[in-house]
């Protein structure tokens, strides 16, 4: 194994200590409890907090500032955070409207969160996100898991949130975005957990895994590799049989890396998924390429589509100013 680590115990802890450091003006730390909050609090609005294990980023702690979330709780790699953080983090970003909980379907972060959620004294909600379209149980969760449609989730209610909706309406936008988005991904390698010190699985050189997990989790079947504009045809294929657009609808097309996959490839992909969409009557009029949903260091990407609304295209065009996304 090849990393830059110093100390397998403190890799998360310098890693947010590096992030803040490299953002002062948007983010702040707290630990022990761990969290990460906005350097400058919000008032009066809708509290927004997510979390899970690191590994992933910049989901979720590249997410916290103006549009996003208020507050996102790390979890050591791969591993959920625990309730202690979340109860610390809502209490240090309530403004007395709520506080609205996003949560990938996994099995830890699910359990976790409903214990924060009945411990608190806060009025809270919860928005569960369960976008993979690859897998309908794994032994990782119960039903579908939360993945790239996460970011998705995130910057519309976040966007909602600033501007002044109630929890209630957030909880309600949350399960709308996430009932219109879908998403599917594929796998060339593994992913290394730091502290395993090898792959998570194994795969043959002229292999792929399709519908593959954010950790390293297996997906529908493995095959050969093939051109990309057939891989994407495999991805959309299985989107749209879950989300049964309607043709001339408008959609946001988001090409997510898991973190070994160079830019220019990931655009590739956009072109073939842009063109197919088009081929089916879609209309993709918003985009997000890059790495945002990571696995560590997996070579592979997922393709996810959000149907809009005239709504939802307004909430993502909001003003959002965090680590990971800014406009």
Known sequence: MKKFINDLDSVMRESLGGMVAAHPNLIRAQFEPTFISRAQPATHKVALLSGGGSGHEPLHAGFVGVGMLDAACPGQVF????PDQMLAAAASVDTGRGVLFIVKNYAGDLMNFQMASEMMDLENATVLVNDDVAVERSTHTTGRRGVAG?????????AAAEQGATLAECKALGDQVNEATASMGV?????TVPAAGR????IGPDEIEMGVGIHGEPGRRREKIKPAAQIVDDLLGAILLDLQPQRGREVLLHVNGFGGTPQMELYLLFHCAEQRLRAHGLNPVRS????YTTALDMAGASLTVTV????LK???DAPVHTAALRW
Not at 150 to 158: F, R
């Open 308 to 311: 809009l609304t005239d709504q």
């Open 150 to 158: 996460t970011t998705m989730v995130e910057k519309m209610v976040g």
């Open 79 to 82: 591993t959920s955070p625990t």
């Open 288 to 291: 997000l390429v890059g790495n």
């Open 199 to 202: 792959a998570t699985f194994d």
């Open 187 to 191: 796998a060339f390698t593994s992913c």
């Open 314 to 316: 307004s909430l993502w």
